[in-house]
């Protein structure tokens, strides 16, 4: 595959669309977008790709499938290439060394947890390296808990120990076997260690084991790009400097390693591309790498023509897409998202970003589920922070410690600011500990710092507050995000301190500190949103107060407490997502505050009781029926609890012993929406459904699916006092996680709703689920499988259409010409010509029934300026442009029309004939809004501009005809952009 030249052409893409019918283009309204970075791990390769990809040396493959595992001590050396592993378990990653309860298997070890799941597991896999000598080959690992040792056909390679929550990789290359089966062993090591934090000290979340995150094998050139987190100048680390609102400049920085023994010439061609696959620059640079040494390559451009902002309601996305080049030869390449955004913190009005003030309302996160722990799919990860977005939430804590890709992923994707941290929780360990809580921080930074979703990171440990050391780390990695500094309201100090931001917790009243801006990363919440509100409302009482984030998102597992002070479950009860990510009444609450999609939702019995009918909606008021008679019509809730509230809940004092209950929400008088809700009844039937249906269910088994089995009544109803057990039955091409020993199966009801996880085996089909119950009608359900393909870079590429983008000024003499545009200069009054290498070597001509004059320089002000300071003109009102040989395709022809001569009548009535391969089109231009009025200024304006979608077939010409519908004046061409589209 060849990359396409771009010779003196200036990549800025022009705003562009398909049409599917001859209409005018529309006028694409620019919406601006300021820093925030994503690493994508989509990193090259080789073979079967996307238009637009080089052929590289670079090949990532996805290792999750196919492990032999055994839990604790082997009697032999299970490292060795002779061991038999025929009796171990099959298993794919994320992996748990040890499925648990729901309960934790009611253990009775406190939450320091020396011993309960503090073991390691042994991984052996067989694979292929398909590589040549001459490059190198990489097992990278995107988290193990707690520490890792592997081995390569049976000879060590070596050991991580630093972080449980942190990504690391291991270099091979000088232990595998290439064209050859290899031994890959991995020991998994979660045994309770003083040194790796946060170990030896009391947690809220449990430490569960395994291989629980991504492995991948990565083969490429001896040139190549290394990892983000080798060190600080490593991998690809974006940002972007400037930020306005028509337009930003990024900085791309990538090092890249040469590991021969000889210096080599290395090219880096960078291409930004937005969020459809087109190129918009392409940066260049050329150095001698010296031999075993590094260079750091800086590309900086700007991006005004095809500009957006990244924000929760536009998570717009561009690429950072880089060819590595030894001499002329592509060798390797790396992809990286990122978007642009900017946010300040402005005494009197708090957090404002992009310009306008945003209060944050969020939730924090643990990543683990019941039963499996931390070894969550990621289709989990995405699926989870979807929910949330739904919800309305703008930003995720992530409590307390590093989390996965996928999830960041997400919340680049959807729109979800986040506030990440490491592993911590109120206590802190000696100098070895310190040291390795640096490092991991300094690795989350790095392998996170281009995610523009990344507001905050943690500079404090969790209830402890600032820790100088950690605020430090956090700065001299990333000084352009902000610090939270992780504090409680009973211990330490009641501000930022060292810190950006005071975080503190509010699980009652607390006072507010009088000094800082604050967030409270967690305050309270129950399954009726009262809680909630009551917290949300209070923070938003104080500019000073910028976010409220709500303990919790998700109920999740943890131990007990190392005192008698209080009790509690293994299972948390007060989140708005139960453990197996179902909606609580709460949910809906969220959404009727931060969803602007009108919404009326009856809470269930969960959280209508006790007389009381709890309403969540945005609309002016609702009225509430019982069996179609009115109990009344209300406002919201007008507690001076809620007083900061968009749409605080209705409560309507009603006791609800049976039949139906009807919510219509009102707007000025207007029904909007309604919903309708009956008293439950007893259980009759069961209704089962998987918590993902839009996705692919991937077989091989590192994929799977919640299957929920609804106990309904017979008005289809959830039963949420339900007591039944429900067994669950597969068949097919899919399997039950179950050891026989967690409870698994049958399954026990939780609020009216069982739930098992499937998993699909190695051959892709179809799965049917069946669910029974003693009493009850069955449920069914089936779901088909994909094969998964295990090659990262083909799964996850996205077109890449390079085309270049053609920016002509037209002018006379000592004409002045517009940044990054080619003159078109010339004297000719008649018939003129203009030629171009690009789009196969097309011509366009420009004539006139009159004289053509070509105008010099005049002085105007105005966006593109310099285009609308001179031109041609002709004083017949009519310009003709006709385009031969143009390279077979679609294309955006954008052209200029102002006339800057002072003795000229301004034009702002145009007529366009084009005829094109697709026919004939006659339209009025409409792409200006308001008139131009001065010949010497178009305001903060383009000049006056008309974009025409054109169609070549590679042979006939396109004619476009310009005609001035003014009774003054004549008609203008300044230039033109022209750019070829998908």
């Known amino acids: 595959m060849t990359i396409a030249s771009t010779g003196n052409i200036t990549y800025n893409m022009l705003e562009y669309g398909k049409k599917s019918s001859r209409t005018h283009m529309n006028n694409v309204h620019f919406i601006l977008f300021i820093l925030g970075v994503f690493s994508c791990a989509v990193q090259g390769q080789n073979q079967n790709m996307l238009q637009g990809y080089a052929t590289t040396n670079r090949i990532k493959t996805n290792l999750n499938n196919g492990w032999k595992f055994h839990r604790g001590e082997v009697p032999e050396n299970p490292e060795k290439t002779e061991f038999d592993d025929a009796n171990w378990q099959k298993v794919s990653i994320p992996h748990t060394l040890q499925l648990v309860s729901y309960e934790m298997d009611s253990i009775g070890e406190n939450w320091v947890q020396k011993k309960y799941l503090r073991d390691f597991g042994w991984y052996r896999k067989s694979i292929m390296i398909n590589a040549s000598s001459s490059e190198k080959v990489f097992l990278e690992f995107e988290g193990v808990h707690n520490a890792t040792e592997v081995w390569i056909n049976g000879k060590p390679v070596g050991n991580y120990n630093i972080n449980g929550y942190t990504p690391f990789h291991f270099d091979i290359t000088d232990y595998v076997n290439f064209g050859k089966e290899n031994l890959v062993v991995i020991k998994a090591d979660n045994r309770f260690d003083a040194t790796i934090p946060p170990d030896p000290h009391r947690t809220d979340y449990v430490k569960f084991g395994g291989l629980y995150r991504d492995v991948y094998l990565v083969t490429t050139n001896k040139l190549h790009v290394n990892y983000n987190w080798e060190k600080f100048d490593a991998g690809v680390h974006i940002t972007t400097p400037t930020v306005h609102k028509r337009n930003g400049t990024v900085s791309v920085k990538t090092t890249v390693t040469n590991e021969n023994t000889i210096a080599k010439n290395c090219k880096i061609v960078t291409k930004i591309i937005n969020n459809q696959g087109y190129v918009l620059k392409t940066l260049n640079q050329q150095v001698d790498i010296p031999a075993n040494t590094q260079h750091t390559f800086r590309q900086t451009t700007t991006i005004e023509d095809d500009f957006h ?6 998570p717009y996305l561009y690429r950072a897409y880089s060819i590595i080049y030894d001499e002329n030869t592509p060798v390797d390449f790396v992809e990286n ?21 945003i209060f944050l309302i969020g939730v924090n996160r643990h990543q683990n589920y019941p039963n499996i722990g931390d070894a969550v799919p990621n289709s989990f990860h995405y699926n989870e922070a979807l929910q949330y977005k739904k919800a309305g939430i703008n930003i995720i804590r992530l409590s307390h410690y590093t989390q996965d890709d996928a999830f960041l992923n997400a919340c680049d994707a ?15 360990g000696d100098d070895v500990w310190f040291s390795k809580l640096e490092s991991a921080t300094r690795t989350m930074i790095r392998n996170h710092r281009n995610h523009p979703s990344i507001i905050f990171w943690g500079a404090g440990i969790n209830h402890r507050g600032p820790v100088p050391s950690m605020q430090q780390v956090a700065k001299e990695e990333d000084p352009f995000r902000l610090t939270a500094s992780a504090s409680s309201p009973w211990n330490g100090i009641t501000n930022a301190g060292i810190t950006d931001v005071y975080a503190t917790m509010d699980y009652r009243r607390t006072e507010f500190t009088e000094s800082d801006f604050e967030m409270v990363m967690e305050h309270g919440s129950s399954i009726d949103a009262e809680v909630n509100q009551f917290h949300i409302s209070r923070y938003k009482g104080s500019k000073q107060n910028i976010a409220a984030i709500a303990w919790l998102g998700a109920d999740y597992n943890h131990l007990l407490p190392t005192d008698n002070r209080w009790s509690r479950d293994y299972m948390t009860n007060y989140a708005i997502l139960s453990p197996y990510r179902i909606a609580k009444p709460a949910y809906y609450w969220y959404q009727s505050e931060l969803v602007p999609t009108p919404i009326v939702h009856i809470a269930d019995q969960t959280a209508s009781k006790n007389g009381k009918v709890r309403i969540y909606s ?29 749409h605080p809940s209705f409560t309507f004092l009603f006791n609800w012993k049976k039949g139906a209950l009807k919510a219509i929400g009102y707007n000025n008088g207007i029904q909007i929406t309604e919903h309708s809700r009956k008293k439950e009844e007893t259980p009759y039937q069961i209704k089962v459904d998987f918590n993902i249906n839009d996705k692919p269910l991937y077989a091989g088994g590192s994929d799977m699916r919640i299957a929920h089995a609804y106990i309904l009544d017979k008005n289809g109803e959830i039963v949420t006092s ?19 020993k967690i409870g698994a199966n049958p399954a026990t009801v939780y609020s009216g709703v069982a739930s098992i996880y499937i998993r699909a085996k190695d051959k892709a089909g179809t799965i049917t689920l069946k669910a029974t119950s003693k009493g009850l009608k069955a449920g069914n359900a089936a779901i088909d499988t994909q094969v998964f393909n295990t090659n ?30 080619i003159p078109w200069t010339g004297a000719s009054d008649k018939n003129l010509t203009y030629k171009n290498k690009v789009y196969g070597g097309f011509e366009i001509k420009i004539s006139s029934s009159d004289s053509i004059h070509w105008h010099k320089t005049s002085a105007v002000t105005g966006a593109l300026s310099f285009v609308s300071a001179d031109g041609i003109y002709t004083n017949n009102k009519e310009l003709t442009l006709q385009l031969s040989a143009l390279q077979k395709g679609n294309y955006i022809l954008e052209t200029y029309h102002h006339a800057v001569k002072k003795d000229s009548k301004l034009i702002n009535d145009i007529e366009v004939r084009i005829k094109d391969s697709d026919g004939e089109l006659l339209k009025k231009v409409d792409d200006h809004i308001v008139d131009y009025y001065k010949n010497a200024s178009t305001g903060e304006r383009k000049p006056l501009y008309i974009r025409s979608k054109i169609s070549s077939n590679g042979t006939d010409s396109i004619i476009l005809n310009f005609k001035n519908l003014n009774k003054e004046g004549n008609m203008w061409i300044n230039g033109f952009i022209l750019k070829r589209i998908h």
């Open 309 to 314: 902002l990244w924000s929760p309601n536009n």
């Open 337 to 357: 998202k990122f978007g642009f955004r900017e946010f300040k913190l402005i005494p009197g009005t708090g957090f404002v970003l992009n310009g306008k003030p």
């Open 414 to 428: 959807l729109g979800i600011l986040v506030y990440e941290e490491p592993s911590t929780w109120i206590e802190w």
């Open 618 to 646: 945005n609309c002016q008021e609702v009225a509430l029926y019982h069996n179609d008679i009115l109990i009344s019509i209300q406002k919201s809730d007008s507690d001076i609890t809620k007083s900061n509230l968009e």
């Open 722 to 740: 339900a007591k039944n057990k429900v067994l669950f039955t597969v068949s097919g091409d899919g399997e039950i996680v179950d050891n026989g």
């Open 792 to 821: 990262e870079i083909e799964r996850n590429a996205q077109p890449i259409f390079d085309y270049p983008i053609l920016k002509v000024d037209i002018g006379g003499g000592e004409q002045l010409i517009e940044h990054n545009w």
